[in-house]
């Protein structure tokens, strides 16, 4: 793989290069390797206990025969599709896997359900054949809700269709020893639990059992996928000097130059590896976002120009050599106008494997210099205990509470917050005109993912960004939580958020219990608790956010909402 950075720094190469002697003096990259929890923290709660990546790739050469006679054992029995259900770090990287590598001729198609949409879920109801289809349960702490959710609906959906006595046939898990859905895995009789390495939190999980099951059953070469990662976990390791070492120079820039202002990442992306910016974003928000500090990743935002952008950017990009349609001088314009960049390329697309490893690396370095622990998440929990609560009050009196009364109602949307104008595009003009240099803007929608929602809410995206010329991100609902959510709570508070919901056309129940016919709450209620107690988390944080409640006018919404400029 090959590595560049630009040299020219502006301002900050004194900075940079103060920080890297500090980092070669105090032993650091020795000491990472080395499992020294007192490189970011003095009590080693949360990071003894979550180092296990650094050894990853190479312990699952030992695992891949099994997974590969497992994968012989579901073709011979005429397997064709796989779903996996999961949210945050067990779904990122198998969902990165499967748009960057497709699928293998003669392999199994695998997809991704990590959206408690009614719609999305029932859509594969619809696409799948029950007969050849096989579900991927994959929770670390085996007890995420999203997760369990998904396998009561689809276990009891299955028995219908193959029968209960063969419904367990249909499902593997993939957790940690010792979990809830260990548990659930043995009780409802599943055709396979691959136990993964404890040591290593979600977001440090694309080269374990998480990511890889997936991969080598889509007919991914694993190991090709394991030689470049030890390729780049010798060129980061203990002994190489920080000057030559990668991680060490990323990390190190990461962390100082957020510590200067320049706290937006903003990852540029070839067309065939754009998906990879997705797990990136969970990695580098999550880690970093808390104690009132924290990096921003931008992901999925196009080239502009110099003049379009705030001194709050740090810009990385990500070219595959073969791709001939890289804006190479749009990229020099940037440099040239005093952003800081580091450009990297990779040879082929098996060189992810050596990007999943360096990015871990970096972004634990860019922990240290930013003074937190990169492997807790310790705003997460917030918006999940609220959610729970108020789901628990929807099973008691029937009805979700609203943490706000509703500002007003106008043009088919509700609009929440303390915005007291004529209509929604207003609000919103209201709401974005609070905007300063160095804020950023995210908008997190609580709707179906489809294609044209996706078109909708990128233009609304970018016109906010070019009218404030503000870092402006995008996530879908809930699964965002398990992303940035972290660091929208955490980090120093420049966020505003734009909560975009939704009512469902056709709801759909969760069985109490796997292969139940009772239902005390649907996806369409969870989705609801979850956006709900997620606003009020952010109201607990004293964020500044609004909330567009689009009713079933999803796509009309979105539209009116993007052509609030025009």
Known sequence: MAFEI??????????????????????IIQRIWEGDYTVWKECPDEITNRLGWLQSAEQMKGVLPEIEDFLDGLQNKGYTDVLLLGMGGSSLAPEVYRKVFGVKPG????????????????????????????????????????????????????????????????????????????????????????????????RYSALSCFGLVPAVLMGIDVPLLLERVDL?????????????????????????????????????????????GDWLEQLIAESTGKEGTGILPVVGEPVMSPSSYEKDRFFVSISLDQDETWPEKSMESLFLAGHPMVRMRMEDVYDLGAHFFLWELATALAGYRLGINPFDQPNVESAKKIAQRMVKEYQEKGILPEPVSPSHFSQGMTVYGNHKTEN????????????????????????QPTPETDDLLYALRMAITRR???????????RFLHSTGQLHKGDAGRGHFIQITSDSVRDVPIPD?????????????????????????????KRHLIRFHLGHEVTVGLDRLKRTWQ
């Open 232 to 276: 780049m976990a010798k060129a980061c390791g203990p002994d190489i000097p920080p000057p030559g070492n990668p991680a060490v120079v990323l990390g190190t820039l990461m962390g100082e130059l957020a510590k200067n202002w320049r706290d937006k990442l903003t990852v540029l992306l070839s067309p065939s590896i754009i998906s990879f």
């Open 468 to 478: 404030y010329q503000v870092a402006t991100t995008v996530g879908y609902g809930p």
């Open 424 to 447: 929604s595009q207003a609000a919103l003009l209201n709401f974005l005109s609070r905007c300063n240099p160095g804020d950023y803007v995210s908008v997190q929608a609580y709707i």
């Open 6 to 27: 630009d040299i020219k720094m502006s301002g900050y190469q004194g900075v940079v290069e103060g920080a890297l002697r500090e980092v070669q003096e105090k032993h």
């Open 107 to 202: 392999y199994l198609n695998v997809t991704v359900l990590d959206s408690t949409d009614p719609g999305a879920v029932l859509s594969f109801t619809h696409q799948l054949k029950p007969e050849t289809t096989l579900f991927i349960v994959s929770t670390k702490s085996g007890g995420t809700v999203e997760t369990l959710s998904f396998f009561q609906y689809f276990y009891s959906w299955m028995g219908h269709k193959v029968g209960v006595e063969h419904t367990g046939e249909h499902f593997i898990a993939i957790t940690d020893p010792g979990t809830f859905l260990v548990k659930i895995a043995n009780t409802f009789r599943f055709r396979r639990v691959f136990l993964n390495n404890p040591n290593l939190g979600g």
């Open 513 to 541: 219990q796997a292969g139940g016919n009772e239902s005390s709450m649907t996806f369409g209620v969870l989705k609801s608790a979850q956006a709900l107690g997620d606003f009020q988390a952010l109201e607990d944080q």
